[in-house]
Every structure is written in C-alpha cells, then in structure tokens.
C-alpha cells in the first residue's frame, strides 16, 4: 500500500508545468557584429518613448535597442521586464512585455 501511495505521488509531482521563459532570439549578426541604434546614438529618448508608446514586439525591441543587459520575470504575473543600462545615468531603465503577446505593456525609459 505504502508502494502505491508514493508511486502515485512520484507521478504526480512529474504533471507540474514548467515555468514561463520568456523567449530570447538568439543574436543577430547586427546586434553583435555591429551597433544598434541606441549604443549608435541614432535615437533620443523621445524616439524611444515614442516608439515604446506603439507597444512593439519583443523582436523589434530587441533590434532597435538591443539586448537587454537582464530579464526579470514573475511567477505570478504574465510579463516579464528587460532591464537596460544606461552609463550616461548609471541607472536601468525597464520595458515591461507580456508573456504571450509578446508587446510591450508598460516601460520606464529615463532621460
């Protein structure tokens, strides 16, 4: 009895979902071989702003400023937050994007 208690506990615990990740795409040859147009100087912070405004994809995101320098993501929450460096004011500005759209939902881009 004690054999099938823990065997049907064992397959129990094997059901669980994996976690949410969100997906990366791997490196372009643009993002690593060259700059992009933030670390270009290409854009101001009212270019971002407006371009983060329209909600954009994660892809377009990521060609526009880059890969993000880290990836927060909740447990409890469907998003997930790209945190980028800015040396100029040695702080991280965040853009916020929802798990399964894959858009912006929300940012904090500092001048």
Known sequence: MLKREILFLLLISACVLPPLVPFIPPPTKQSTDGPNSLSAGLLTEYDIWEF???????????????????????????????YYFRSAMVDYNSIELNTKSRRVTGYEWDE
């Open 52 to 82: 983060l405004k329209e909600n954009p994809k994660e892809t377009d995101v990521i060609e526009m400023l880059g890969a993000p320098d880290s990836v927060w993501t909740s447990e409890d929450e469907p998003l997930y937050i790209m």
